[in-house]
């Protein structure tokens, strides 16, 4: 399997497809593998790689505790080695954490930015948070992964028709490292880019699903803090909306990416 070392942590990827780089960065206990409905279509228009961060999927766990700050290094290292700057990023829940912090440390690197169901800001401001947060935790560390996988899928697929996606989520979040998953969890609660949105000057597109669990409302104050941002909604859709509308979100990353494109090609004509 192809791996890219970062701080001697080795750290698999894929890579398919030629011209502009286009990258998928996952969430929190997830892996590479759920992009796999948007390998295909992609790779159609360009170069498409994805990578597992640190202790998820088929890369090592390294040393912790995590942080998005280090997420995102990983992946500037990452792009630079294979030669993909700049390319266009595109994170759900805490990949797009990543791409934000991507995106205000070097912006540099990114052609274009897309959000998928992330906010700006994850620290525990409530007791609301907090108990969201212990809670969490706690049932990692009593009930393990596959039971906690089990309790999530029911929530992210609720449809009758969902079955086999709730079945494949389980199998794949009882893979998990629990103590990859606990440093990464603790790194989500510790991040925030609200006090540097207004830097992040690269076309970005934030996508919401209409019954995520943080509202529509969240995102449009973050898009209305970030110079080029324009905001995106699925409707009938929950958190995984990648894995869950894959035509309808492709479509619309599809349409973002042409008309980024689009505006380089009449900056920079050859």
Request: glycine share 6%; charged share 25%.
């Amino acid at each position: 399997m192809p791996y890219h070392a970062v701080d001697d942590t080795r750290l698999y990827y894929t890579d398919r497809g030629q011209g502009v780089p286009l990258l998928f960065i996952h969430g929190l206990g997830s892996s590479s593998r759920d992009w796999a409905a948007q390998v295909s279509p992609f790779a159609e228009r360009g170069r498409v790689l994805r990578l597992d961060l640190r202790g998820h999927g088929h890369s090592e766990r390294g040393e912790g505790p995590y942080s998005i700050a280090q997420f995102a290094r990983d992946v500037a290292v990452f792009l630079r080695k294979r030669a993909a700057v700049p390319a266009h990023v595109v994170g759900l829940s805490m990949g797009g954490m990543v791409a934000l912090e991507l995106a205000a440390s070097a912006p540099q690197l990114l052609r274009g930015l897309v959000a998928v169901n992330s906010v700006a800001d994850m620290r525990l401001h409530s007791w609301h948070d907090v108990w969201f947060y212990v809670s969490r935790r706690l049932a990692v560390q009593a009930l393990g992964m596959r039971r906690v996988g089990r309790l999530l899928a029911r929530k992210l697929f609720v449809k009758p028709g969902q079955n086999e996606l709730r079945r494949k989520f389980v199998r794949r979040w009882a893979q998990n490292d629990r103590q990859a998953y606990l440093w990464s969890m603790d790194a989500i609660m510790r991040w925030s880019v609200a006090d540097r949105l207004g830097r992040i000057d690269v076309p970005a597109l934030v996508v919401s699903s209409d019954e995520d669990y943080t509202p529509v409302a969240e995102k449009e104050q973050m898009v209305a803090r970030m110079p080029r941002a324009e905001l995106a909604v699925v409707s009938d859709a929950r958190h995984a909306v990648p894995v869950e509308r894959p035509d309808a979100f492709n479509a619309l990353v599809d349409d973002f990416l042409d008309r980024v494109e689009d505006q380089r090609d009449a900056l920079w004509p050859n």
